[in-house]
């Protein structure tokens, strides 16, 4: 089954050249377009969705592309997923572009080639705009499309989030009632459109209650455990280090905790943790964590049933923000 990559290989030229030769977009010499155009030929590849959507038959068969399959995250939102989908009577295929082996560019529209009736992209990374050009296209010849978790700017495709400014904001001014001042944020991938909606709440419920914004106190993480790990001891070994560490994820709180305890220090005593997500482990850790819960599997469910409705041409709603809510444990306490 060629892909881009394939083509920019056999013809020499890069993916993005390809591309923009495929799609009959400029800046592309005509000797070159030329020759990518037979290649795709040769190769058998479908040069654009309306070629793709022509010969696309009914599989009842929903593809799902989802980053850390293994994740109790990601498995809270394929569970909601497969609530809607098991009573439509259609199967699902998980893809995991990890496993795939192609470049961003390239692996969303290998998964469009594959018999599936639509996708969910459900906590994957930011896709680079030809790949959202691309799933944009694929919508318009009805094949229908929807993110979770993941909210794609100046885009047509719809998406299912929560309220990541809003949960950011109601954890930080937790904090702050809690008597905090130097509040340590664990920030998650800037190619992520969560990470920048928690940052601004974080920040925003600072400003509002006339604490400066200070670039000192923040880390970058990826969502993965060690990086809360490593953020929480560079904050630790500030001058002035902060008495409360909002990390934007759970797994990456649960590495504020082994931090935190490896340098002897107690939680909530000493320094107080709240996370973002409220996964199974939150409550079952020692302390219990103080976490923003985001309806995972409503996640799940809302975006499935939208994409039902798009195959059924009845779509009852463009996007979706679901609600979020502070959860309170264990592991925060006042600022001694």
Not at 5 to 12: C, F, K, L, W
Not at 88 to 93: F, G, L, M, P
Not at 261 to 282: C, M, N
């Amino acid at each position: 089954m060629p892909t881009l990559s394939d083509i920019a290989s056999d013809v020499g030229v890069s993916i993005m050249t390809v591309s923009r030769a495929l799609a009959d977009k400029p800046g592309v010499a005509q000797e070159t377009r030329q020759r990518v155009l037979e290649s795709a030929k040769r190769l058998g590849y479908a040069t654009n969705p309306e070629g793709r959507a022509a010969v696309r038959e009914t599989t009842s068969t929903i593809g799902v592309l989802v980053n850390n399959i293994g994740s109790e995250y990601a498995g809270e939102i394929i569970d909601g997923i497969s609530n809607i989908l098991d009573v439509a009577n259609y199967d699902i295929v998980i893809f995991n572009p990890f496993r795939m082996r192609r470049a961003p560019s390239d692996y969303v529209i290998e998964v469009c080639r594959y018999a599936i009736d639509g996708l969910l992209i459900a906590a994957a990374n930011r896709l680079q705009q030809q790949s959202v050009d691309y799933l944009e296209q694929m919508i318009r010849q009805h094949f229908p499309v929807v993110f979770i978790d993941q909210r794609v700017a100046d885009s047509t495709i719809p998406c299912i989030t929560a309220q990541n400014w809003q949960g950011a904001y109601d954890a930080t001014r937790y904090l702050i009632q809690l008597g905090h001042r130097r509040i340590g944020f664990v920030l998650g991938p800037h190619t992520e459109s969560p990470s920048g909606e928690r940052l601004a709440g974080y920040r925003d419920a600072l400003t509002q209650n006339g604490i400066v914004y200070d670039d000192c106190l923040i880390r970058n993480g990826d969502f993965a455990r060690h990086s809360g790990y490593i953020a929480a001891q560079s904050l630790m070994a500030l001058d002035e280090p902060p008495t409360a560490i909002f990390a934007s994820n759970d797994p990456m709180a649960f590495g504020v905790y082994k931090a935190v305890q490896q340098a002897g220090k107690r939680i909530p005593e000493d320094i107080s943790v709240i996370g973002f997500d409220d996964i199974g482990l939150s409550a079952d850790i020692h302390p219990a964590l103080t976490t923003v819960r985001q309806p995972l599997r409503e996640m799940g469910r809302v975006g499935a049933q939208m994409l039902l409705d798009m195959l059924r041409d009845n779509p009852h709603m463009k996007s979706a923000e679901l609600r979020t809510s502070l959860i309170l444990r264990d592991s925060c306490a006042p600022s001694r």
